[in-house]
Every structure is written in C-alpha cells, then in structure tokens.
C-alpha cells in the first residue's frame, strides 16, 4: 500500500487539476445565490471502475462523472445547487481489487452553505456491502465526517480517500468547494 504522503500528494494534484478544469466552464452559467461544487475521482485501481450506485440529496449536476473510469484516469464534475440548500451527494464505482475480488468504493460530500461545515465520507470493500445501500445510514456518517476521510479494508485489499476544501479563489459565492477522491 502507498504511504499517505503519497496519497495527500495525489489529493493535492487533482485539486489543482480540478480547478483548472472545471472553474473557467462554469463562471458564465452560475446564478446569485447558487453554491458550485468541483470535484475529480482518481482510479488508482489495476481495472476499470464502473458506476454501482448514486444518490443526490440536494443539488444538481453542471457536469456528471463518467460511468466508467479506467485504470489510471482521472474525471471531473461539477455539481450546483441554491445556495440556501447546498450540494450533497455520495457515489459508488465498482470493481476488482488487486487480488481479483469484486468491490466497491464509495465516497459521499456535503458542501453546505456554512464554509466551515464541508464534510466528505469515504468507505470500502466487497461488493455485496453495496448491492443494497441504505443511503440515511450514509448520510448519518457524512453528517459525522469531517473534511478528510480515509478507509483500508483489510479483507479487499483495496482503500480510498478524500479531502473537501474551498476554493481559492471561489467562482461565485465564499461556499464554493472542492472535493476529490482516489480509489487504490
């Protein structure tokens, strides 16, 4: 398993990357009082990861993450929402681990009106922990979280990790946020 050093520094990259994508797109299309919300998912998976399962809260997509994400590949997204509101969503891409077994990876974030309260949840393991998700027990933990999550299951062998933060230089309103992921 990579060292978190190695994870924060991937984090650290699709944050930029994030920014440069996704930011110049979306400054003409926000209205007053709306919160924007950019994100980027890592695969760092040895396969293909597919779209399992989704569930949004509150918000909208500007731009949907692809249902498929190859090894090694990174994809965007951008999420808007009243600001009043404020985004929330979680989604789970499956796939096989290094040792073969079917997988789940699932990351959920909340980018609420208060700057302060952005929080991201991650969690994962064997696919059947997915198969039928009970998605207020999700929204409990994210409520619980904080703004990193990390989580390594030991029987997969697999492991992922988040960080929500707002932007530096916001496209509309101070709540704007970023949120990125890798799945290994």
Not at 99 to 123: F, H, M
Request: net charge negative; charged share 20%.
């Amino acid at each position: 398993m990579a060292s978190t050093q190695d994870h924060e520094a991937v984090l650290d990259e699709l944050v930029k990357q994030a920014q440069n994508d996704i930011v110049p797109r979306m400054v003409s299309d926000l209205q007053q009082q709306e919160v924007a919300l950019i994100g980027n998912l890592k695969n760092l998976t040895t396969g293909a990861v597919n779209l399992h399962a989704e569930k949004m809260w509150s918000g909208s997509f500007f731009q949907k993450y692809k249902d498929v994400i190859p090894s090694g590949v990174t994809i965007g997204f951008s999420i808007l929402a009243n600001i009043q509101d404020g985004i929330k969503e979680a989604v789970v891409y499956s796939g096989r681990s290094k040792t073969g077994l079917q997988c789940g990876w699932l990351v959920a974030w909340s980018n609420p009106r208060d700057i302060n309260a952005k929080k991201v949840y991650v969690e994962c393991g064997p696919i059947a922990k997915y198969n039928n998700i009970i998605w207020e027990n999700i929204e409990s933990e994210l409520n619980k979280s904080s703004s990193n999550s990390s989580h390594s299951d030991a029987s997969t062998q697999t492991s992922i990790h988040a960080r929500i933060l707002s932007m530096d230089h916001p496209v509309k309103s101070d709540s704007d946020g970023i949120t990125i992921a890798s799945f290994n």
